[in-house]
């Protein structure tokens, strides 16, 4: 038993030799102290109190106690928890405070501590054991940290919904910089070249100067921060902590009282946007891993908010783009145009407006598809920028209208600019497989006029174009203001011929001119249209022609002069079984698709010979597809459709091209008879064509044979057909009715 109790002895001696190594070894420092009344006096203390700075003797000899360890500002915090525990009467319980190392500085501690209570709950003393918790609870701060600045991210991120981003981009900047307390925050805008950059958005805390707004404030790279630069556009970040020098760029840094810094270089996709940077002018910062980290996220948020702003941009400009040329739209012409009237008046000079029209465009694109029309609408907008892009802007306003904005600065070339459009217009356009020829009008207007904005002005500019079209195409036209009450004229006469033709034409009627024979005998008649407006007034054909031919309306106009005059001839030859009815076509009749079956149509309706209609075409005409022109008339021919080219002589006048098409008859333009008098070259010309076409098994008819002399020189030259006031004015169906009994009664 003694033996026993010896073993015992040691066994237990043995175990707390153990123990007192573990505690001694531990890193943990152990403190057993007296409870409260007895002012928690030291009773035991490991070695290691030394690792806070302090000996043990300190405590054992009671200069120091444990109370004195905890860091003053914890102490209320620690004393009452104790006082809590006591009342709540725990055996045990933990603690986290700081305690004051002997050298002054905090250390994060966590305390378990076991107390022994006597029978009456009395604190006899407590064992505590104090751990280092400095890294713990760094940690815990990390993540904390980590979590509130995720939650500035997800706000800015919930920001970038906003739907006005610059708005959001300067939310952005104020969120991070006040979460982090940082003295500014900054994005620049890079110059494009590379070689400066400016402040564009900015946040600063109070007290600090901001960038933004000051014209000084313009960063160049070289002079200011070349080494910063260089470093941010190859690696994307510069971290300059306090005490660093941020490559060479110290001085920089000192004059803007910067003492810490990160900065990161902001793209959109992957164009250099400018640069994102955090300032620091009063803490001294050095940069944690984890800051860094977050302020890169801030930076993406705002490269992407840029990128989303980029992308409304450029569906807006897509709103002010043409989408077929690349030009800029009308839309975008009016917000060009009220700025530089602006600035017109405001330096006292003058710019112009030039509004081109494509002349018999729109005969192009019906007859061809838009295939070919898209690209003669390419090849002119690519002509006008390669041309004048320099020295003016230009637009698509629509359809086939352009217009050019000359400056004040270069309004000198104005007329440099119309004619080298007009130029262009004598050659032809090659589209795909074809040639055409499009000629231009042009309007221009001069700004700024008084109390005009850029719709008056622009108004003007088509007003002139139209006068221009009216002149007789391929030209150009300033605007007067006596154009202006013609362009009120010229909407009422569009309406009017809108209604007329919905009114079955009412308004509209066929006159009939008699052609004869160089003897005076009627052999046929042109159909001429006329339009007497609702109010009475006659509108000359050269008036109403062309805008029926503008606005495409020639074409059911034609279709029922068309219908009109193959009845009165088909009735006509009755009793005259020879007897034609000449009819003018238009081009953009021509260019239908169409033409050929609808004319056939009426052929078939009103019961006509065909043999007895022939078609006045011009050689303009002919020159926008000459190929088309050909097969078309061959056709017409085959169902015995004559064709004859009217005004030979003004426009291209070439031979080769009457050569090429079936032409029946040659109406030489009136203007050469008429001038026989006086123009050598006239009396000639006729004499000359009429050789050449009967040459060419051709017949050839005079028109605006006025004078006695003139018939007499149409009959030496032996012209086939004569036509003019000196013989028949044109006259209305039931007088040319009277002509042709009278011609009967004759015959
Ligand atoms: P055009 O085809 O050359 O028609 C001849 C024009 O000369 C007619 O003018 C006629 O009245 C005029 N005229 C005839 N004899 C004389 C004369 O001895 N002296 C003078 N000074 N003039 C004479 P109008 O009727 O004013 O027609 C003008 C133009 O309008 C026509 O020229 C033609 O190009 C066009 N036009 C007339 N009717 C139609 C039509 O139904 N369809 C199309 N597409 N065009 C038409
Ligand atoms: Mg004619
Ligand atoms: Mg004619």
């Given at each position: 038993m003694?033996?026993?109790?010896n073993?015992?002895?040691?066994?237990?001696?043995?175990?707390?030799?153990?123990?007192?190594?573990?505690v001694?070894?531990?890193?943990?420092?152990a403190?057993?102290?007296?409870?409260?009344?007895?002012?928690?006096a030291?009773l035991?203390?490991?070695?290691n109190?030394s690792?806070?700075?302090?000996?043990?003797?300190d405590f054992?000899?009671g200069?120091?106690k444990?109370?004195?360890l905890?860091?003053p500002?914890d102490?209320?915090?620690v004393?009452?928890?104790?006082?809590?525990?006591?009342?709540?009467?725990?055996g045990?319980f933990?603690?986290?405070y700081?305690?004051?190392m002997?050298?002054g500085?905090?250390?994060?501690?966590?305390?378990?501590?076991?107390?022994e209570r006597d029978?009456k709950?009395?604190?006899?003393?407590?064992?505590?054991i104090?751990?280092d918790?400095?890294?713990?609870k760094?940690?815990?701060?990390?993540?904390?940290?980590?979590?509130?600045?995720k939650?500035?991210?997800?706000?800015?991120?919930?920001?970038l919904h906003?739907?006005?981003l610059?708005?959001?981009?300067?939310?952005i900047l104020d969120?991070?910089?006040s979460?982090?307390?940082?003295?500014r925050?900054?994005?620049?805008?890079?110059s494009?070249?590379?070689t400066?950059?400016?402040a564009?958005?900015?946040?600063?805390?109070?007290g600090?100067?901001?960038m933004?707004?000051?014209?000084?404030f313009?960063?160049n790279?070289?002079?200011?921060?070349?080494?910063?630069i260089?470093?941010?556009m190859?690696?994307g970040v510069?971290?300059?902590?306090h005490?660093d020098d941020p490559?060479?760029?110290q001085?920089?840094?000192e004059?803007?009282g910067?003492?810490?810094a990160v900065?990161?270089?902001?793209y959109?996709q992957?164009?250099?946007?400018?640069?994102l940077?955090f300032?620091e002018?009063?803490?001294k910062?050095r940069?944690d891993?984890d800051?860094?980290a977050?302020l890169?996220?801030?930076?993406?948020?705002?490269?992407?908010?840029?990128?989303?702003?980029?992308?409304e941009?450029?569906?807006?400009?897509?709103a002010?783009?043409?989408?077929?040329t690349g030009?800029?739209?009308?839309?975008?012409l009016e917000?060009?145009?009220n700025?530089?009237?602006?600035?017109?008046?405001?330096?006292?000079?003058?710019g112009?407006?030039?509004?081109?029209?494509?002349d018999?465009?729109?005969i192009?694109?019906?007859?061809?598809?838009?295939?070919?029309?898209d690209v003669?609408?390419?090849?002119f907008a690519?002509?006008l920028?390669?041309?004048?892009?320099?020295e003016?802007?230009?637009?698509r306003f629509?359809?086939d209208?352009f217009v050019?904005l000359?400056?004040?600065?270069?309004a000198?070339?104005?007329?440099k600019?119309i004619?080298?459009?007009?130029?262009?217009?004598?050659?032809?356009?090659?589209?795909?497989?074809?040639?055409f020829?499009?000629?231009l009008?042009?309007?221009?207007?001069?700004f700024?006029?008084e109390?005009m904005d850029?719709?008056?002005i622009i108004?003007?500019a088509?007003i002139?174009?139209?006068q221009?079209?009216?002149?007789?195409?391929?030209?150009?036209a300033?605007f007067n203001?006596t154009?202006?009450?013609d362009?009120v004229?010229?909407?009422e006469?569009?309406?009017?011929?809108?209604?007329?033709?919905d009114?079955?034409?009412?308004?509209?009627?066929v006159?009939?001119?008699?052609q004869t024979?160089?003897?005076?005998?009627?052999?046929?008649?042109?159909?001429l249209?006329?339009w007497?407006?609702?109010?009475?007034?006659q509108v000359q054909?050269?008036?109403?022609?062309?805008?029926?031919?503008?606005l495409?309306?020639i074409?059911?106009v034609?279709e029922f002069v068309?219908?009109?005059?193959a009845?009165?001839?088909r009735?006509?030859?009755?009793?005259?079984?020879?007897f034609?009815?000449s009819?003018n076509v238009?081009?953009?009749?021509?260019?239908q698709?169409?033409?050929?079956?609808?004319?056939?149509?009426?052929m078939?309706?009103?019961?006509?010979n065909?043999?007895?209609i022939i078609?006045e075409?011009t050689?303009?005409m002919?020159?926008?597809?000459?190929?088309?022109m050909?097969?078309?008339?061959?056709?017409?021919?085959?169902?015995?459709?004559?064709?004859?080219m009217?005004?030979?002589?003004?426009?291209?006048?070439?031979?080769g091209?009457?050569?090429?098409l079936?032409?029946d008859?040659?109406k030489?333009?009136?203007?050469?008879?008429?001038?026989i008098?006086t123009d050598?070259y006239?009396?000639s010309f006729?004499?000359?064509?009429?050789?050449?076409?009967?040459?060419?098994?051709?017949?050839?008819c005079?028109?605006?044979?006025?004078?006695?002399?003139?018939?007499?020189?149409?009959?030496e030259?032996?012209?086939?057909?004569v036509?003019?006031?000196?013989?028949?004015v044109p006259?209305p169906?039931d007088?040319?009715?009277?002509i042709i009994?009278?011609?009967?009664?004759?015959?």
């Open positions: 003694p033996a026993e109790k073993v015992a002895k040691t066994e237990q001696d043995m175990s707390r030799i153990i123990a007192e190594e573990i001694e070894r531990s890193p943990s420092v403190i057993r102290v007296t409870g409260p009344d007895r002012g928690y030291t035991f203390v490991t070695e109190i690792s806070y700075g302090y000996s043990k003797d054992v000899s200069k120091l444990w109370i004195d905890v860091h500002d102490h209320d915090v004393v009452n928890a104790l006082k809590k525990n006591d009342e709540d009467n725990l045990q933990s603690m986290v700081r305690v004051r002997a050298d500085t905090p250390l994060w501690i966590s305390d378990t501590t076991v107390v029978e709950g009395r604190v006899v003393h407590y064992d505590c104090m751990r918790y400095s890294e713990t760094s940690n815990i701060e990390k993540i904390e940290d980590n979590f509130r600045q939650e500035v991210l997800n706000d800015i991120l919930q920001g906003d739907a006005d610059d708005k959001a981009l300067q939310a969120r991070a910089g979460y982090l307390d940082i003295s925050v900054t994005l620049f805008e890079d494009r070249n590379h400066q950059c400016k564009i958005y900015e946040w600063c805390n109070s600090i100067s901001p933004t707004g000051r014209d000084d313009i960063l790279y070289e002079k200011d921060l070349p080494g910063v260089r470093q941010l190859e690696s510069v971290i300059v902590n005490g490559q060479g760029s001085k920089r840094f004059m803007e910067v003492v810490a900065m990161f270089a902001v959109i992957d164009e250099l946007f400018g640069f940077c300032d002018c009063v803490r910062r940069w891993r800051t860094i977050f890169e996220n801030v930076a993406r948020l705002v490269s992407t908010a840029l990128l989303r702003k980029r992308n941009q450029v569906i807006s400009n897509m002010l783009t043409d989408q077929l030009l800029h739209n009308r839309y975008y917000q060009r145009l700025q530089a009237v602006g600035n017109a008046r405001q330096i006292g000079q003058t112009y407006v030039l509004f081109i029209d494509m018999d465009f729109k192009i694109n019906d007859g061809y598809g838009h295939d070919y029309g003669i609408l390419k090849s690519t002509f920028v390669e041309e004048y892009e320099a003016s802007e230009i637009f629509g359809g209208e050019i000359l400056h004040p600065e270069n000198g070339s104005v007329q600019v004619n080298g459009l007009l130029a262009r217009a004598q050659m032809p356009w090659n589209v795909l497989d074809k040639s020829y499009c000629t009008s042009i309007g221009v207007v001069a700024p006029e109390n850029s719709k008056d108004k003007h088509d002139a174009m139209y221009a079209k009216r002149s007789g195409k391929n030209n150009y300033f203001s154009q202006d009450n362009s004229e010229r909407a006469l569009e309406k009017e011929m809108r209604e007329s033709i009114n079955n034409f009412t308004g509209f009627s006159f009939y001119q008699p024979d160089n003897t005076g005998v009627v052999i046929g008649a042109e159909a249209l006329r007497t407006l609702s109010d009475g007034t054909p050269m008036q109403f022609i062309p805008l029926a031919e503008y495409g309306l074409v059911p034609g068309l219908r009109e005059s009845q009165v001839c009735r006509v030859n009755e009793t005259h079984p020879e034609w009815v009819i238009s081009i953009r009749q021509f260019q698709q169409d033409f050929l079956e609808r004319v056939l149509m009426i078939d309706e009103t019961g006509v065909p043999a007895n078609f075409i050689e303009g002919a020159m926008y597809d000459m190929a088309r050909k097969s078309l008339s061959e056709e017409f021919r085959q169902h015995g459709i004559r064709i004859s009217d005004d030979f002589g003004t426009g291209y006048s070439s031979l091209n009457m050569r090429e079936p032409i008859i040659v030489i333009d009136r203007t050469f008879i008429r001038d008098t050598a006239s009396k006729i004499r000359l064509i009429i050789d050449l076409v009967h040459s060419m098994g051709r017949k050839v005079i028109e605006g044979v006025e004078t006695a002399e003139q018939l007499k020189y149409c009959q030259c032996k012209a086939d057909y036509q003019g006031y000196h013989l028949h006259v169906l007088e040319f009715e009277k009994a009278q011609k009967s009664q004759d015959a």
